[in-house]
């Protein structure tokens, strides 16, 4: 299902536009984005500037009011709700600021909770959430709850939930907002390694330290981009 | 000890005065102090500054004093009731709801209590009332049929010279009496009785005097006391009345006393079936030609009082010598022994069970509110943490932070209960007017300071039990977590959570109790509607007469009448057949004494019982009493000694063979052989509930008491049989004036009648159970609603994580119906074993009938998911963009 | 031991109290205070609020009665007296205290043990 040149990811003109009380808010105004397979895209700006909101419409959580957008060369701004919880399950990984692990839930069962909603077999369940959690080195907590975890161990157990179902991309916004500098270098070590191992991934920061360490930086401001640069190689 | 404390609170209540006081004291106190300063040559500033070290804090001593001084208790109080009054205010749903439902539950359980206190509590209103015993006569030989029998005339007499142990005994029955000499003829409910039963019960006639001894001689005797009800009614409560003559059976009778209107008479001693009802005493005025031997004619109610000292088992053993001796004197083959039992026990009777299972059943409801309310409290326990935390830190202890809650709990517990009284009060009235009469001392039902104390330590237990939840769950948590954010307050709504969901499965399991009782009394219900009768129910018109003996003393005068009668109605239109028999089907037993065969190898005593119905041919045709064999008797047969019998009749008598034509010996009157000419169906005879009895159907030339003073036209019609009731009322009035009616109801009203004393408590208990259900739906509600709001976030999650809109729902609904099915099945086992309790109250249905315990079950699990699918909707519109925000 | 002074122990001020009201007569509040600072010397450590709750605690048991009143530099003050009841309690509470200190002499005053065994 490889789209012409490798690319994952085209948004053509893409707005979106917030109706309230007669007002008429802006929050992206023709956004024309490509993300290739394998790269690793920062979207930078200050807070208000619609990076959210940007985000969200790359993750399916909202659709954009005009223009169009193509996950994979299929076009996903107007599809059914049904459908695109399924896209977001199979095709995207969520990695997030406050890390929102399910706090009722183990470890092992906050990984494995978006291969349930694929009614994946149990064994093969098993098998991926060991391996995920091995890769972000977890394994030995798999059976502690969230609580029982610092913040930047949390947020290695989310690392893996977002990569157990081999999405097309992963989508992180503000990965590092809730941690501290150590454990937040420890975690932007860890996307650039799941980078290096092929994965795709737009994250979303307003902290220009972690923007470098994307190839490419898309820099929002009022809704619109207005700059790109690239990370010197 | 006591004078301090009455200071102290009086110096609560003068608190600001006391403050002022203090305060001049004080600053009378530092003036002083200056000034010798000053006078030991300090600087003015210099001066103060010393006067007020040395006083030390102001405030510091304020507080001493006042802690010296006053209740520190009944300050907090005072503090915790104002905030509880203010959190009021801050949300009036959650505080109307909590005092409605209490109210409610406090007031239907205090109405309830209120019956079973003046049925089964309070002690009858007579005096030394567990010194009073019901006597009934054992004749061994008929146990097997009648194991206890009420009291004969003569043996009664007998009693009260020989037995000792009795300082008094009297008897009474049940009678009717036609009224005439004013308008209508009219049936009155009196009761014949000892001259003595007054005196014995220990009760003296409001007005006028009580009976004479030898007003129970014959022709002495024509004399009565009337009830308070039939006075304020016949006389308009005018005392003049005494001395008065009234008509009763064309025998004048003069009134000589007027009972006070709080003076009980049950049924078991021969009362009406309501008091209300019953009219007048009359003395036993001597013996009817029919009351003369020692054995038989047990028509009495007999009541003894103990004499002092003399225990039950004494008594009983005296009465036993003495029945042994009336025995041998009486010489005709039988045994005589006798039994004492407790009265206040008798005049409960079987409605004991059922009482208490209705306040069994209505203390379910008033649980299932407190469980509600305790859920409704811990859902505001994550928020009351927060404050708890701020008041922590500012040094209250738990102890005070709990003690702020109960506060809260108790004065809400309070208001629902002051509001539940009144409620109850209304409920007791309703309940008293509608109950059937089978339910014991109705008329004496009113909330005395027993049901007052009781309506308050519901309350007080249930303010405990609502109350200690939240408590609980406070002491189970550090304040501290509650002012941290995050996955910890995640954990610490779940805690809450579980004990939100056992206090459902609680609420679940007892509905699912109640709900099965009930569920079962209706089956019973239906299933005695189905009964198989015997008898057409519907289109048929009893009309029930009582001839005055003095017009109608012969024989041919009766059938005369009633020829006439049935005559008649042959000329109005739409009247399929007419008949009259002297006891109607469910209009109890009559005439009820042996039959056999002849050569039969039984003994006298061990011969079968029957009941006698003297009937006209066309009886059966109108009643619908089916034909199974042979002929009815008709004009052709007159003077042939010859029945008809029941089916029961002939297979007990002549299983497998032809039943016409054999001849059966009467014992109705002098033993006659009779032939039997034809077999009809059985019918329910007394009760629809009991099984049909053996019946004998004689023709009217049968012998000298075949035709009876009493009756009941039978009618049946083409339409609705309750047109027939003016016409059938003319027709008679024009036959003889003088002739009352005693009853003129459709059967079919009789019938439904009959069954009230099953259709109340099932009524109740149905009311009940549906509350239950009403209550634990808004509970499973409540539950569910809360949990999808607290877990927004988790929802969004999930969304995110790529579950769709089927995924979420069926997750909430899951959750949700989890503990609903642990208390569905918690309800159903226990309802299991609870049903045997109840088994007297059934009828037709197993305690673990299926169709009722599955119907059940679907019904709960339809009701809990509505009550989980309305909130775990709003689940499905959480927006998963929650996900992205942050605080 | 000088340097510090003395923490009153529980029930001591109300005793104080009671005997300077009945050595003294009618006094105010002040004056009580003072004048149980005079007499011990100044040992004890008092701050002369206190007094006041312990003055209700008396009131309440009716062992001393108040009356507002004026004082010799024509001040208004509440002056307190000791009622028949406190004269009887004082005696039997000062004959207790008595006892107490004997007996808490005889035992301050048993020598140490030598090689005390800890």
Known sequence: MASPNGMLIKMQGVSKIFFTDELETHALSAIDLEIKKGEYLAIAGPSGCGKSTLLAILGLLDSPTEGNYFLNGKPVSSLKLSDRSRIRNREIGFIFQAFNLIGDLTVYENVELPLTYRGMASAERKEKVQAALQRVEMAHRSKHYPAQLSGGQQQRVAVARALVGDPLILLADEPTGNLDSKNGDAVMDLLKELHANGATICMVTHDPRYAHHAERTLHLFDGRIVEQTLAPV | ?887 | MSDSKLDLLQGTLDLMVLQTLAAMGSLHGYGIARRIEQVSGNEVLLNQGTIYASLVRLQQRGWISAEWGTSDNNRKAKFYSITKAGRKQLSEDAAYWQRLSLVMNRVLAMPEEEGGKS
């Not at chain 2, 004078?3 to 003068?14: D, E, M, T, V």
């Not at chain 2, 056992?502 to 209706?522: M, R």
């Not at chain 2, 059934?842 to 009722?852: E, K, Q, W």
Request: glycine fraction near 8%; charge should be neutral.
């Open chain 2, 1 to 887: 000890m006591n004078l301090r404390f009455l200071q102290r609170l009086a110096s609560f209540f003068r608190r600001s005065q006391l403050d002022q006081d203090l305060e001049a004291e004080m600053s009378s106190h530092l003036e002083l102090a200056i000034e010798d300063n000053l006078r030991n040559g300090m600087s003015p500033a210099e001066a103060r500054r010393q006067a007020l070290i040395q006083f030390g804090g102001a405030q510091q001593a304020k507080e001493q004093h006042r802690d010296s001084r006053g209740i520190p208790v009944l300050d907090v109080l005072h503090q915790d009731l104002r905030f509880a009054l203010r959190m009021f205010r801050k949300s009036p749903g959650f505080t109307a709801i909590a005092i409605l439902t209490l109210a409610l539950g406090i007031g239907a359980t205090t109405a309830i209590f209120s019956v079973v206190n003046s049925a089964l509590l309070r002690p009858l209103a007579y005096r030394d009332p567990q010194r009073l015993y019901l006597v009934r006569e054992i004749v061994p030989q008929l146990a097997k049929f009648y194991p206890t029998l009420s009291a004969n005339l003569p043996d009664f007499h007998i009693w009260q010279k020989q037995v000792h142990a009795f300082a008094d005994v009297a008897i009474a029955e049940s009678t009717t009496a036609d009224l005439t000499g004013h308008d209508e003829p009219e049936v009155l409910h009196g009761v014949r009785a000892s001259a003595n039963i007054f005196s014995v019960l220990g009760t003296h006639p409001a007005l006028g005097r009580t009976f004479r001894p030898e007003e129970d001689d014959s022709g002495r005797g024509r004399v009565l006391i009337l009830t308070d009800a039939f006075w304020r009614n016949r006389f308009q409560g005018d005392p003049s009345a005494i001395g008065k003559t009234i008509t009763l059976d064309g025998v004048p009778h003069e009134i000589v006393g007027i009972l006070p209107a709080s003076f009980p008479f049950p049924q078991v001693l021969g009362g009406a079936d309501s008091y209300s009802r019953l009219a007048f005493f009359k003395p036993l005025n001597g013996p009817e030609s029919y009351e003369q031997s020692l054995i038989g004619e047990f028509d009495f109610a007999a009541v003894a009082r103990l004499s002092p000292g003399v225990t039950q088992d004494q008594a009983l053993a005296e009465l036993n010598v003495v029945q042994s001796q009336i025995a041998r004197r009486a010489n005709e083959g039988v045994d005589l022994l006798g039994t004492l039992l407790p009265l206040e026990t008798e005049v409960v009777g079987p409605a004991r069970r059922g009482l208490l299972f209705l306040l069994a059943a209505v203390g379910a409801v008033l649980l299932i509110v407190c469980a509600n309310l305790a859920s409704l409290l811990l859902a505001r326990v994550p928020g009351r943490m927060r404050e708890a935390a701020i008041r922590a830190s500012l040094g209250a202890t738990q102890a005070r932070i709990i003690r702020q809650l109960l506060t809260e709990t108790f004065l809400l517990s309070f208001a629902g209960g002051a509001l539940g009284i009144w409620i109850a009060g209304f409920a007791v009235k309703w309940l008293v007017r509608l109950a059937p009469p089978g339910i014991p001392r109705l008329d004496e039902v009113n909330m005395d300071a027993r049901v007052l104390l009781f309506a308050l330590a519901i309350s007080i237990a249930a303010a405990s039990f609502f109350g200690v939840f939240p408590a609980w769950r406070i002491t189970r948590s550090q304040p501290v977590d509650a002012l941290k954010s995050g996955v910890t307050a995640t954990t610490e709504s779940r805690r809450t959570r579980r004990l939100r969901e056992s206090l459902v499965s609680f609420e679940v399991g007892l509905t699912t109790l109640l709900l099965i009782l009930a569920g079962l009394l209706i089956a019973s219900l239906g299933q005695l509607l189905r009964v198989h009768t015997g008898f057409t129910v519907e289109n048929v018109l009893i009309a029930g007469v009582d001839l005055p003996p003095q017009n109608y003393s012969q024989p041919a005068d009766r059938l005369h009448f009633y020829d006439r009668v049935l005559a008649g109605l042959q000329s109005l239109p739409g009247i399929q057949a007419a008949g009259w028999v002297s006891i109607p089907p469910l209009g109890g037993e009559g005439s009820v004494t042996g039959i056999n065969i002849p050569g039969a190898p039984q003994t006298q005593a061990e011969t079968p019982i029957a009941n006698y119905r003297p009937v006209s041919p066309d009886y059966f045709s109108a009643m619908g009493i089916a034909l199974l064999q042979g002929r009815i008797f008709g004009p052709a047969d007159h003077d042939r000694k010859i029945v008809v019998v029941s089916q029961n009749v002939a297979e007990r008598f002549w299983p497998g063979k032809n039943p016409i034509g054999q001849i059966c010996i009467t014992q109705w009157g002098p033993d006659v052989p009779a032939e039997v000419v034809g077999v009809v169906g059985d019918i329910r005879t007394v009760q629809l509930d009991m099984p049909p009895l053996m019946m004998v159907y004689v023709p009217t030339w049968f012998n000298t008491i075949s035709v009876p003073t009493s009756a009941s036209i039978v009618l049946r019609t083409v339409r609705g049989p309750a047109i027939y009731a003016g016409p059938v009322r003319d027709l008679i009035r024009n036959i003889d004036p003088d002739v009352p009616l005693t009853t003129l109801r459709p059967m079919s009203q009789i019938v439904s009648h009959s069954l009230d004393a099953r259709r109340f408590p099932m009524f109740l208990a149905m009311l009940f159970a549906l509350s239950s259900l009403l209550l634990a739906a808004l509970g499973i509600f409540g539950v569910v609603g809360y949990s999808v709001e607290q877990r927004r976030q988790e929802l969004g999650i999930r969304m995110a994580l790529g579950a769709n809109l089927q995924d979420l729902l069926r997750m909430v609904l899951r959750q949700g119906m989890a503990p609903v099915i642990v208390g569905l099945v918690a309800g159903v086992i226990t309802a299991v074993f609870a049903g045997r309790l109840i088994g007297s109250l059934l009828f037709g249905v197993s305690a673990n009938d299926l169709l009722t315990l599955a119907t059940v079950a679907f019904v709960v699990v339809a009701v809990a998911l509505v009550a989980c699918y309305i909130p775990a909707c709003r689940a499905t519109r959480v927006d998963p963009m929650i996900v992205l925000r942050y605080e």
